[in-house]
């Protein structure tokens, strides 16, 4: 989440993953037992607190960052790090900006980072780590052996989450189809749908560290995630209580900014995504308006299912209705009035199926 809600760091990061020259370099200088102070960016901000040093102009490259890490003072690189525009520099902060280093290189290194807004490298000689700083966090790099396992946990936490959104959802689906839904089962997947959405922004936060090295794993996210974006928001439209000042993406957005706390609160939930109306009965009656349902027939256009909704209004008037009545909906041919019909019928009887036995 933190990562997520912060860019800068965010774009720090992808610029020292494996897989980037910016990263072998670093590796260098930590091989060789150096030390170094980087500054990603060489606009006017940098130069009027930059003294001394000499200017370099030239294409980056691993061997050069390694070799201009023997100077003393600190290695300006272009805003892509494409390019070492200066070594050797003094940089001289805002002594008054506050920082929590003892080191000179890293107090150097926060304050400049806090005080200009320029991302920041320290490599430590003695301890043999690399610190990142952006204007408001301070980012220890780990081994990319540590960050696998917490990776590969993360994606086991994931997988079983994940397989309770699925019986939550087939659940779901069921009560829908049997007009038995409460204010709680829409509750209960939402909540458990968030907390797939937080497990994986986690596992992003992983990705992006671990740059090339993190390509399985990004593809099991991916196998993993699909659809439940998708699911998250088409429960919101189906439930969602909107009016001129509520809309789908402000309810989705409460959702994500919702602490642990709130969101394992199912009251505090409902509450706040404005599903429960007037009532504070988690087991009053709701209608689902069928947009989950209909975005599991394949290849239905999104107009035509708005048409629909907006005609009918509720799930239960839309399974009711028959072909002719389907068809009598502006933008329904009679080709997809069967179709809505037969795949409405199959999904009911293999829910209910399910349910069942």
């Known amino acids: 989440m933190a990562l997520r809600r912060n860019p800068e760091l965010q774009a720090a990061l992808a610029a020292v993953a494996p897989g980037q020259p910016l990263r072998e370099g670093l590796d260098r200088i930590l091989k060789a037992g150096m030390g170094a102070l980087i500054v990603i960016g060489d606009g006017p901000e940098v130069l009027n607190i930059s003294s001394g040093g000499f200017l370099v102009n030239a294409a980056f490259s691993p061997q050069r960052l390694s070799e201009l890490a023997k100077t003393d003072g600190a290695i300006v690189l272009t ?3 494409g390019y070492i525009a200066r070594a050797n520099v003094h940089l001289v902060p805002n002594p008054n900006v506050p920082t929590e280093e003892t080191g000179t290189r890293h107090r150097t290194a926060e304050r400049v980072a806090r005080s200009i807004g320029v991302p920041v490298i320290s490599v430590s000689e003695d301890m043999a780590v690399v610190t990142v700083y952006t204007k408001t966090i301070r980012y220890q790099l ?26 939550e959802s087939t659940n779901l689906t069921s009560l829908e189809v ?13 909540q458990r749908a968030e907390l797939v959405a937080r497990i994986s922004d986690e596992i992003d936060r992983y990705l992006v560290e671990l740059g090339t090295d993190g390509r399985l794993v990004r593809l099991q996210l991916r196998e993993l995630m699909a659809g439940v974006e998708d699911e998250r928001r088409l429960v919101v439209l189906d439930y969602l209580q909107a009016d001129a000042s509520w809309d789908l993406e402000q309810a989705i957005d409460t959702l994500s900014d919702l602490d642990m706390e709130d969101l394992l609160d199912q009251d505090k939930v409902a509450h706040a995504l404005h599903l429960s109306g007037q009532t504070d009965d988690m087991d009053a009656q709701l209608q689902a308006r069928g947009y989950r349902m209909l975005a599991r027939i394949p290849r239905m256009p999104d107009e035509m299912s ?4 907006a005609h009918y209004g509720s799930l239960e008037k839309l399974s009711r209705a028959s072909v002719q009545d389907l068809a009598s909906v502006d933008g329904v041919t009679d080709h997809w009035a069967l179709t809505i019909k037969d795949a409405l019928g199959r999904i009911a009887e293999s829910s209910i199926l399910d349910r069942y036995t």
Do not use: F, G
């Open 79 to 81: 805003p892509d790090a």
């Open 142 to 167: 780990e081994p990319i052996t540590s960050i696998l396992s917490r990776c590969n946990q993360a994606l086991q936490t994931l997988e079983r989450y994940k397989n309770r959104l699925n019986e």
């Open 178 to 190: 049997e007009d038995l839904v409460t204010l709680r089962d829409v509750v209960t997947l939402l």
């Open 306 to 309: 708005e048409r629909l909704i």
